[in-house]
């Protein structure tokens, strides 16, 4: 398993931006599949956005997509989440995540096996 630890989030207005990186343990984090999650008090955990290995494809969820940017250095060790024109229906925590088995969904979290801890985003109106 890689080990994952995210950063950049906090409080923030509505409308502003904010940068969510996860820096990746080990040698192999470039043939890692990748993806951001985020869940809020009460709700299920959610896909909000995925990345190839090569960082050549990306993916989001309706909810994000024109406002999040994922990518990644693979030189670094380390993906990014870019997330600008943020809304209060976007706080929750945050997840990063690796996928490492053969299940090749980007949106079900079973599909991924190993997680950060997570770092809070709020965002008031």
């Known amino acids: 398993q890689v080990q994952l630890v995210e950063s950049g989030g906090g409080l923030v207005q509505a409308g502003g931006s904010l940068r969510l990186s996860c820096a990746a343990s080990?040698?192999?984090?470039?043939?890692?599949?990748m993806g951001w999650f985020r869940q809020a008090p009460g709700k299920e955990r959610e896909f909000v956005a995925g990345?190839?290995?090569?960082?050549?494809?990306?993916y989001y969820a309706d909810s994000v997509k024109g406002r999040f940017t994922i990518s990644r250095d693979n030189a670094k060790n380390t993906m990014y989440l870019q997330m600008n024109s943020l809304e209060p229906e976007d706080m929750a925590v945050y997840f990063c995540?690796?996928?490492?088995?053969?299940?090749?969904?980007?949106?079900?979290?079973?599909?991924?096996?190993?997680w950060g801890q997570g770092t809070q985003v709020t965002v008031s109106s």
């Open positions: 080990g040698r192999t984090f470039s043939r890692y599949p």
């Open positions: 990345i190839s290995s090569s960082g050549r494809s990306t």
């Open positions: 995540a690796a996928r490492e088995g053969v299940y090749s969904s980007y949106v079900d979290p079973a599909a991924f096996g190993s």
